[in-house]
Structures are given as structure tokens and as C-alpha cells.
């Protein structure tokens, strides 16, 4: 047994356990150093993975560490620290105070480490429901709100589809392969094709990728804002650090490229199309989310290691960028009676200038515009894909990118150019997601003017 | 046809009525228990192709599915409770209030 690679995971499991146990006998009003604690625990494990030795693997084969797992693990603690670090104040504020909130999320985070470092179906399966059975909880938690027990029962019902779909792939990869380890399998016959659509549609469903998108901006609208954010980040880069392992096993069958290509290019346009017709901005975020799933689906079109690095370094800046803006929006919610309507943001800018430049800086990220990092991500993937002489996908994702600009940039007028009609209180930024606001965007200017400080890590 | 055969049959059957009961049932606990019987036909397809196999580890993989199962049920009918208490009913028979 080789304990060594799993000493981030073990520190995280034991972090749960002493909130847990904490939580049992604390009451309601040490909610906030509960909260607290448990966002310093992903920090340690973040340090623990300094001590792991890789490249590795143990435990009869089922857990294996690499250096891109690791890197992709401490991407998902920092995100997991300060989702935790700005859900503080919302909850209070909304009277909707639940000490369990402290750990789930911890819970949540554990399943898709260990998703990250799977070698096997089973493993894969288990760490896959650990996290999302525990993000069915996070989006139904909130007291008195019907519209999150909604969501909530949406998602679980999308998600048990792609908890079944995903585990009879398996068992036709069983029966093809005669074995529940991910390996190249060269001999194709119909049964592997067919686990291979069954397991990849599965996964496409976590993704939020177009034909299996229906959940998606359900359960954004109606869980809690910074519940939101966490699941528009975390789980989005462990799944894409996972596609990419998944990719070299999978790469040779011939109808890979078609089913991702078939997939991205679905997901690009209707996602895209349908974001202009929202009224929510909420919901606008979530289409914007499912466009993004369609480019990143693009990374995993063919085996090219610049493709995969500028998709893990796309994604990985993708998600602080889409967790500051949720950031920003639950913020904004603290305030009585505003409902993420497009109205709501009218003149945003005279009452909070502060905030609403943030918002647009997330936004413009979202775009692509050159200083910020979403922009080397965006140009490192055309780059890729014209390298593989994809050029077709090559220009649908820039003529989807143009064309995601506009509802992008009509929430920024709405904010900058427009006088408010509704007046609200003023809202209030707590500490904790002033620091996760700040290191946000701090991260997504910084690395946009330094990107090799990110992407000379990612070696595959 | 071989008895394996027919097994795996049976458990693709099962799984595409529960497909099929998620897709047209608009009841909750219906659609909870069509999630299950998809489990279920998975769990019988495993086990099955263990004997073409003549392995264990479908076996092993099926018992870890029925616990998945029951913790994913045991969050659903949570969820149908709270649904009902705040809109009784009918907001439990059918919910259809976030949409575009």
C-alpha cells in the first residue's frame, strides 16, 4: 500500500471529520468560525500536495498521481477555499443558516479529487456520485425557497440518468474488455463503441454539454448564488482534467472526433443562440457556462499536447473568472428584492462602480479580450486546433465566440450606460468575498500578462 | 440463445423502461423509482456478464450500485418531502416553475 499519493485526500477526510464532529456538538451561532475552518482545509491539503511523490500509482492500480493531477488538485482546493470563504455572509444574510453547509462542499470536493487520480470504472462511478449526490444537497439547501427544492429534484433526476447511463458503459466495457481498468483497448467491435457512447454521454451530462444540457440552467437559477458558483467552477475542472486522462485511452477509436465534435458544435450554437432571449442573468451565466463546455469539448477533439495544455489552462482560469462573477451576483442579491432580472442592473454602475467594474472585467473575460487570461486560453486552443488541421472547428469556435459577445456586452451597457429605475439599500461586501473577489480577479489579469507562470506547469 | 444472452436482453430491457418512464412520467416518486429500475437493469447486466466473463469484480461493482442508489434515493424523497410541505399536493405531482 502506497499510502504517500493519497496524503491530500486523507487531509482532506480528516478536515470533514473534525468539522463534522465539531458541528455535532457546536450550536447555530459558531456557524461563522465553522464556515471558516472548514475554507483553511482545502489550504492544507493544497500544501500537502508538496509531499506527494509522483509520478505514481497504488492501491492494486486503482489511484495513479502525475504531475498534471496534481496541479489540476490544487486548482480545485483554491477554487473549493474561496467558494467556501464568500458563502459566509449570504447565508446569513438570507436567514438561511445551516451549520452542514460547512462540510458538504469539502464532501463534494473530496469525490472529484479523487475522480481526478481514478484509473478505474468503479472508482470513477463512485467518486463522480460522492461529489455531485453531495451538490444535489448544496442546491436544495436554502430554507423556505421552493424554487432551489426544484432544482435541486431537477438535478438529481438528470443526475441518477447519468449515474445509470454511466454504469451500464460499463458494463459493456466489461464485457468487451473482460476488465474494469481504463486501458487502450485496439480491438473494436460494436460493444465498445457502444460503452464508449454510453460512458462519454454520461460524462457529457456533468458537463452540461448541448443534447444533455436540460439541467443546467434549472439548478443555476435556483440554487443559492454562491452554490452556483462553486458549480460552475470546481466540478468543471476536475471533469475536464479527467477528459484529458480519459483521452489517451479513448483517442483511437474513429468516432471519438465525430461524437466531440458533434457534441462541441451543438453546444457552441444553441447555447449561444438561446443565451440572447434570457431575461435572468443568472441564467444567462448558466447558457454562457454550456457555450463554454462546447469549447473546452473542443480541446478533447484529438491527442495534440498544445491543444490539451491551452484547454487545461482555459478551463482552469475559466473557472475563477465564472466564480467571481457568481461571486459578484450574490452579492448583489443581499440586497432586498433584487431578482438577477436584466432590469435589476440597469445604472448598476453609479450606485457600486467598484463591483460593477469587477462584473464587467469577468465579462469581458468571458469574451476573450486580449489582457485578461481567458484570452491565451481561447488563442492557445484556435492555435491547437488549426495545428491538427481541424480548420472547420477551428473557425466555428471563433465565429462562436464572436457571437457570444453581444449578450456579454448588453449586460455591460445595461450596467455602465443606462440610468436605474429601481432603487435598492446599498449591499455590503463581507471579507470573505472581497478576498475571494480580489484574488479572482487578480488571477485572471495576472496570469493573462504572465500566462507562462500557469502554463509552463501544465506538462503532459 | 444462450442463458447470458437472454440475461443481458432482459437487463437492456429493463433499463430503457426506466429511460422511458423518466421521459413521459410526470409524477416525482414515479420518476424516482423509473431512476431505479435503470439501476436495477445495470445491476443485472453486471452480474451477468460476470458468468460470460468469469470474473467477479461485476459483482463486486453491482453492490457498490445498490448502495449509490439508495443514498441517491434517500436525497430524492428528502427533496419530495420538503416539496410537499411547502406547496402540498400539487407541487409534488409536478414541477414545472423554472423554466425559460
Redesign the interface.
Known amino acids: 500500500m502506497n499510502w504517500n499519493i493519497l496524503i491530500p485526500e486523507l487531509t482532506l477526510s480528516l478536515g470533514i471529520l473534525l468539522v463534522f464532529i465539531l458541528d455535532l456538538f457546536a450550536s447555530k451561532k459558531h456557524y461563522r468560525t465553522l464556515l471558516y475552518m472548514s475554507a483553511l482545509v482545502p489550504v492544507f491539503s493544497l500544501l500537502s500536495l508538496f509531499l506527494v511523490q509522483h509520478p505514481a500509482k497504488g492501491f492494486f492500480d486503482l489511484f495513479e498521481v502525475s504531475a498534471v493531477n496534481l496541479l489540476g488538485k490544487a486548482v480545485l482546493y483554491v477554487l473549493t477555499s474561496l467558494s467556501l470563504f464568500a458563502m459566509q455572509d449570504y447565508y446569513e444574510k438570507k436567514g438561511s443558516v445551516y451549520t452542514e453547509l460547512s462540510y458538504i462542499p469539502l464532501v463534494a470536493t473530496l469525490g472529484l479529487s479523487l475522480l481526478m487520480s481514478s484509473a478505474n470504472?468503479?472508482l470513477t462511478?463512485?467518486s463522480l456520485?460522492l461529489a455531485s449526490?453531495s451538490m444535489?444537497?448544496l442546491v436544495?439547501l436554502f430554507r423556505?425557497e421552493?424554487?432551489s427544492?426544484?432544482?435541486?429534484?431537477?438535478y438529481?433526476?438528470m443526475?441518477?440518468?447519468a449515474?445509470?447511463m454511466f454504469?451500464?458503459g460499463?458494463?459493456?466495457y466489461?464485457?468487451s474488455t473482460?476488465?474494469?481498468f481504463l486501458k487502450e483497448y485496439r480491438d473494436e467491435n460494436s460493444l465498445f463503441t457502444l460503452s464508449l457512447l454510453l460512458i462519454l454521454s454520461a460524462l457529457a451530462l456533468k458537463a452540461s454539454a448541448v443534447p444533455f444540457h436540460f439541467w443546467t440552467?434549472?439548478a443555476y437559477?435556483?440554487a443559492p448564488t454562491p452554490v452556483t458558483g462553486y458549480l460552475s467552477s470546481a466540478p468543471k475542472v476536475a471533469l475536464y482534467f479527467f477528459f484529458v486522462q480519459l483521452l489517451t485511452y479513448f483517442h483511437h477509436l474513429k468516432q471519438w472526433l465525430l461524437l466531440l465534435a458533434v457534441l462541441s458544435l451543438l453546444s457552441m450554437f444553441y447555447a449561444n443562440a438561446?443565451a440572447y432571449?434570457?431575461r435572468s442573468v443568472k441564467r444567462l451565466l448558466a447558457y454562457s457556462t454550456i457555450a463554454h463546455a462546447g469549447y473546452f469539448l473542443l480541446g478533447i477533439a484529438t491527442v495534440e499536447s498544445t491543444l490539451q495544455r491551452a484547454l487545461l489552462f482555459y478551463v482552469s482560469l475559466y473557472a475563477f473568472a465564472s466564480l467571481g462573477s457568481f461571486v459578484i451576483m450574490s452579492v448583489l442579491e443581499k440586497k432586498e428584492g433584487f431578482s438577477h432580472h436584466l432590469l435589476d442592473y440597469k445604472g448598476l454602475y453609479k450606485e457600486h462602480p467598484v463591483l460593477a467594474s469587477l462584473f464587467a472585467l469577468f465579462l469581458f473575460a468571458f469574451i476573450g479580450i486580449p489582457p485578461m487570461a481567458l484570452f491565451v486560453g481561447k488563442l492557445g486552443l484556435f492555435m491547437g486546433l488549426v495545428e491538427t488541421l481541424l480548420l472547420p472547428l477551428a473557425f466555428a469556435f471563433v465565429l462562436a465566440s464572436i457571437l457570444s459577445a453581444g449578450y456579454y456586452l448588453r449586460v455591460i451597457v445595461l450596467m455602465f450606460l443606462e440610468e436605474g429605475e429601481r432603487r435598492f439599500p446599498p449591499a455590503r461586501v463581507s471579507v470573505g468575498e472581497a478576498l475571494t473577489l480580489l484574488l479572482c480577479s487578480f488571477l485572471v489579469l495576472l496570469l493573462g500578462v504572465f500566462p507562462h507562470l500557469l502554463y509552463d506547469l501544465i506538462r503532459l | 440463445m444462450t442463458i447470458e444472452k437472454a440475461y443481458m436482453l432482459i437487463s437492456i430491457f429493463l433499463f430503457l423502461s426506466g429511460l422511458l418512464g423518466v421521459i413521459i412520467r410526470k409524477n416525482l416518486i414515479t420518476l424516482l423509482i423509473s431512476t431505479e429500475l435503470m439501476l436495477n437493469g445495470v445491476n443485472l447486466a453486471l452480474v451477468s456478464v460476470d458468468r460470460i466473463v468469469g470474473g467477479i469484480e461485476g459483482q463486486v461493482f453491482a453492490l457498490f450500485i445498490l448502495a449509490v442508489a439508495a443514498s441517491e434515493v434517500a436525497v430524492g424523497l428528502g427533496l419530495i418531502v420538503a416539496l410537499f410541505r411547502l406547496r402540498g399536493y400539487e407541487g409534488s405531482s409536478e414541477i414545472t416553475h423554472l423554466r425559460d
Open positions: 470504472l468503479v462511478l463512485l456520485e449526490i444535489y444537497l436544495s423556505e421552493y424554487l427544492k426544484e432544482a435541486g429534484f431537477k438529481l433526476l443526475g441518477a440518468v449515474t445509470s454504469s451500464l460499463s458494463a459493456f466489461y464485457a473482460g476488465s474494469l440552467p434549472d437559477e435556483g438561446v432571449v434570457q
